[in-house]
């Protein structure tokens, strides 16, 4: 073997070798991606977002922009003329070292676009208008690591869902009802806003209802905190909250959880059947997963089927999601089993024909 050929199948295995342990530290190298540098500082913050300036929504109504995107033969309404609304608070786009995210970052903007409001908001584009704020989300580190320095990003973070809120509510005039829908950090806060904002208040009647999910909904928080807004328990209830944090049987849990221990077990609603009991929906009842962020937007029915239990939604006879690098790469992070990356396109379909039909028996008045 020449001596050239000899160096460049070493170069090749030693590419191979060092990417072999990239991936298999690719945890440790997130993880000091994402951790913040000192101390939380609140004179370091990034700006506060102005809710009267546009730009500081990921999507509004009456504009072109990441909560449009419809899938395949399912085309969304005119969200300037929808009979609903929904506000839609996104999960954690961020990777950087602040404790908070500015909302001026064109590169968080843009994950938060691609990667959230523009998967996570759309279900809701077949029966509502949407309005996604941006807000100074909080390190991700604020929720695997919690510590008094995360707990302050973290009410930033809050403070600025609860402005765009009250913001939304001046925006889409008076009286209309409304879907209130996030996903992980997205769903810490808007749990908050449902027990604050909207539980006990006039705001509560517009509620059709709360899609909280991939956060640690319980149903005794839900009673102790919001008695006015139960658990739903079927598929046209309104008033009433979702919920549901979807793995698989070889579910492994990671560094990256939520370290917020809370012995109650969480809710979990079947999205197949839209109950809480533990009984077995088949894969059969998917009307569809969807992956707008792939080159492949059709609905894939019969996607995957799910059962309840013990607070968390087991899945089965999953199908193959389409994947990028860096999307594998953040799956890899979350560990085997952790479909907590696509609990919104697992069952997209199900998830906008649901919307739709108790947005439809709110306005009918029939529940």
């Not at 929904?86 to 990667?115: K, Q």
């Not at 909250?241 to 221990?261: C, I, K, L, T």
């Not at 089993?337 to 649901?354: K, P, V």
């Amino acid at each position: 073997m020449r001596k050239s050929v000899r160096w460049a199948l070493w170069g090749g295995l030693g590419v191979v070798a060092i990417g072999a342990i990239a991936w298999l530290n690719v945890g440790a190298l997130v993880r000091l991606a994402m951790t913040p540098e000192g101390r939380f500082d609140a004179a370091a913050l990034p700006p506060a977002p102005d809710y009267a300036d546009d730009r500081s929504w990921s999507a509004l109504p009456e504009r072109d922009d990441a909560g449009d995107p419809s899938p395949t033969g399912a085309p969304a309404v005119d969200q300037r003329r929808a009979a609903a609304d929904v506000f839609y608070v996104h999960s954690t786009s961020y990777v950087g070292s602040g404790w908070n995210a500015g909302t001026e970052d064109a590169a968080t903007n843009e994950a938060t676009d691609r990667g959230a409001t523009g998967i996570q908001a759309t279900p809701f584009n077949g029966c509502c208008a949407v309005y996604a704020p941006r807000y100074r989300q909080a390190n991700g580190m604020a929720f695997t690591r919690p510590s008094a320095d995360g707990d302050r990003a973290l009410e930033v973070a809050y403070g600025d869902v609860r402005r765009a809120f009250d913001a939304f509510n001046a925006r889409r005039g008076a009286g209309r009802p409304f879907v209130l829908a996030a996903h992980s950090q997205g769903t810490v806060m808007a749990e908050r806003l449902l027990y604050e904002a909207i539980s006990g208040t006039a705001l509560r009647d517009q509620l059709v209802a709360a899609y909280l999910i991939g956060g640690a909904v319980t149903a005794s928080g839900l009673r102790e905190r919001a008695p006015d807004i139960p658990a739903c328990g079927a598929a046209s209830d309104v008033r009433c909250v979702v919920a549901w944090n979807a793995r698989g049987a070889a579910y492994v849990p990671s560094d990256f959880e939520m370290h917020r221990p809370d012995p109650r077990e969480r809710l979990c609603t079947n999205p197949l059947s839209w109950r809480t009991d533990g009984a077995l929906a088949p894969a059969a009842l998917n009307l569809g997963a969807v992956f707008l962020e792939s080159d492949d937007k059709a609905p894939r029915a019969g996607f995957a089927g799910a059962q309840c239990a013990g607070g968390t939604l087991l899945l089965h006879d999953v199908g193959a999601a389409p994947r990028n690098l860096p999307s594998r790469v953040l799956d890899h992070v979350l560990g085997d089993g952790n479909y907590h990356a696509i609990e919104f396109q697992l069952f997209f379909m199900n998830l906008r024909e649901n919307a739709a039909s108790r947005v439809a028996a709110f306005l009918s008045g029939s529940t």
